[in-house]
């Protein structure tokens, strides 16, 4: 009877919303008692109805009602759990929304801590004692707590289903084997649980390394977000800086020409004023001799007219005759023009490098990385502007053509010391880092050459297995010697098959890893892919080993864009007006160099 009353006590004391003892208890109107927490939170779901009830009896309030905690009880609380009263364990805790309940308890059920797949129910802990103590119950399968204990009845026969038929793929009951699956592949539910058990340890095998895999490109997305909002903001800090110091000179030749024709204004009012001072002094002076003229001319005495005639008459030459030194002018008209003249032409060229600049822009993608280009007009949307670097050319090397060929000379060269030049090889490096996608050609005449690509911080002075291309583990080479290829990195060579071209593409895709080689004639044809991972902007360089002059060909000048052009329109890739081609070739610099003087003489102007 003693406990009888304390599990009396242990139901009046404990809220029905989270089974606990309470804790700040509150009686709403109803008269029912709740943790203040519990059915505030009831209560905050309810917010929008505008109408409030009671969770156990349902009666319902409006508006909603003040909450204020029932001190007495809460006291009452207290006191009883000095005495010994504690809230239900959890395995006798009440079964509430989403629990499994005990199929035995009556009234208010008990949350149930096991399930028997024979007897298809769920027991407490106190209903569960009779499985752990009878014999009878003794072979019986024990699981975790399941609603779904009856989706195990055949709905047939009303048969427990504890047999596989393997040819229709479903579990059945023993009557189905002997009905409608007779004659079919039939085991066990046990032994095609077994196999499956198998399989399923390599599903989650499978499914656990591709999400490692998918983890690990989350990570490397993450860095790529990192990196490029780094690289975003310094691209916008830098293009600020840029455009600042192009206003500024603008603004500066702006205040020149304003100073100058200030001054010209200044020295020309000047000299006319000077002029004007002296016409007027002379108007002066021949009045005064035209007035005596006048008088002379009055006078009745013949002697003295003919006496005074010959000095009135006379006239001194004047120093500035208007007719020769006044002349129509058109004044600052010329330099007006000159100004509009300047601007057309900064216009022009901001237009015309315009689309570069947003292309590069569109370019940016963090995108896992993309397939390989096939044709070359795919390879040529990715080209890029691609000069040798003078500072880094060995002596022996003479650098032309706008420094994108390098030829080996019997004399050294007259260069300026340099710590990044290379003094034990007769090696160059460009002056651009490649990152991203890129694409550049190469042509060489000769027998052999060396075509790689570097870190910058390749030692330039160091033994041939540290400043050597090939030789260390900061560059790749391609290289051609007697009619066949190698590829060389870190000192290891890799012999390559493939058809003797004196063209060669080279095609980077930095962030894949992707280092590929091309032979280019009327088709590519892949020489070697390189798979790895580049911690660095990479450098394309030559080594010359004997007299065989190399061209770098594809850069994003104004002749190679109108051939990019064609080719895209072409396939179906237009981003300008189409251009016809009349050579293969793209080395002329005749347009960037003119683009180079216009800009000079806008400077100069």
């Not at 809230?87 to 005990?102: L, W």
């Not at 330099?335 to 689309?355: G, H």
């Not at 996608?437 to 030692?459: F, L, M, P, Q, T």
Request: glycine share 4%.
């Amino acid at each position: 009877m003693a406990q009888q009353g304390i599990q009396l006590d242990q139901d009046n004391f404990c809220c029905s919303i989270c089974l606990d003892l309470l804790k700040d208890p509150v009686t709403i109107p109803c008269g029912h008692n709740y943790c203040m927490s519990c059915i505030k939170g009831c209560w905050d779901e309810e917010d929008q109805k505008k109408i409030y009830s009671c969770p156990q009896c349902r009666k319902t309030f409006t508006p909603r009602p003040d909450l204020v905690k029932n001190t007495m009880f809460a006291n009452l609380v207290e006191k009883l759990k000095k005495t010994g009263l504690q809230a239900a364990p959890p395995d006798r805790c009440y079964a509430g929304p989403g629990d499994v309940a005990c199929d035995f308890c009556t009234g208010r059920k008990l949350k149930a801590l096991k399930s028997c797949l024979v007897c298809l129910a769920s027991y407490c802990e106190q209903h569960l004692q009779p499985h752990y103590e009878s014999p009878t119950f003794e072979k019986h399968k024990l699981v975790d707590p399941s609603k779904k204990l009856q989706e195990n009845i055949c709905s047939r026969h009303d048969e427990v289903m504890k047999i596989f038929c393997r040819t229709d793929q479903q579990c059945i009951c023993y009557l189905c084997s002997m009905d409608e699956h007779k004659g079919h592949d039939t085991v066990s539910a046990a032994a095609e649980r077994t196999e499956r058990q198998k399989e399923l340890g390599v599903s989650r095998q499978k499914i656990q390394q591709r999400i490692q895999d998918r983890e690990k490109d989350v990570k490397v997305l993450q860095q790529e977000v990192k990196a490029i909002n780094l690289s975003a903001d310094k691209a916008v800090k830098d293009s600020e800086k840029i455009f600042t110091e192009l206003v500024r000179l603008i603004e500066k030749r702006s205040s020149d020409v304003k100073e100058q024709i200030r001054s010209q204004q200044k020295a020309e009012a000047s000299r006319a004023e000077e002029l004007q001072e002296k016409l007027k002094q002379e108007i002066t002076e021949l009045r005064r001799k035209d007035a005596e003229l006048e008088q002379l001319s009055h006078t009745e005495d013949h002697t003295h007219f003919l006496q005074t005639y010959p000095s009135l008459s006379s006239l001194s030459e004047s120093t500035d005759s208007p007719s020769t030194n006044i002349r129509p002018l058109r004044y600052f008209e010329d330099v007006t023009a000159a100004v509009s003249e300047a601007r057309d032409k900064l216009q022009a060229i901001l237009t015309e490098e315009w689309p570069k600049i947003s292309l590069t822009v569109t370019k940016v993608d963090v995108l896992l990385p993309q397939p390989e280009p096939k044709t070359r007009a795919e390879f040529l949307q990715y080209s890029r502007q691609i000069t040798l670097d003078p500072n880094t050319a060995n002596t022996r090397l003479s650098l032309s053509e706008g420094n994108r060929k390098a030829t080996l000379m019997g004399a050294e060269q007259l260069y300026s010391s340099h710590p990044d030049r290379f003094t034990k090889w007769r090696q160059v490096l460009s002056r651009e880092g490649l990152t991203g996608r890129c694409y550049w050609e190469v042509e060489w005449n000769g027998v052999e050459v060396v075509i790689a690509v570097s870190y910058k911080d390749i030692s330039r002075t160091g033994t041939f297995y540290e400043s050597a291309f090939g030789n260390n583990d900061k560059s790749w080479t391609l290289y051609y010697y007697n009619n066949s290829y190698e590829l060389q990195h870190n000192n290891i060579t890799t012999p390559i098959p493939g058809p003797r071209s004196s063209r060669v593409g080279v095609y980077l895709d930095h962030r894949a890893g992707i280092l590929s080689f091309y032979s280019v004639s009327e088709t590519m044809t892949l020489l070697h892919r390189v798979q790895t991972t580049f911690t660095q902007p990479l450098y394309p360089g030559f080594w010359l080993p004997h007299d065989s002059p190399v061209s770098l060909l594809v850069s994003a000048s104004h002749t190679q864009r109108k051939e990019i052009r064609f080719i895209q329109k072409q396939t179906g890739n237009l981003f300008g007006p189409k251009q016809t081609v009349h050579d293969d070739r793209l080395p002329d610099h005749r347009e960037s160099e003119k683009t180079e003087k216009i800009l000079d003489k806008i400077q100069t102007q």
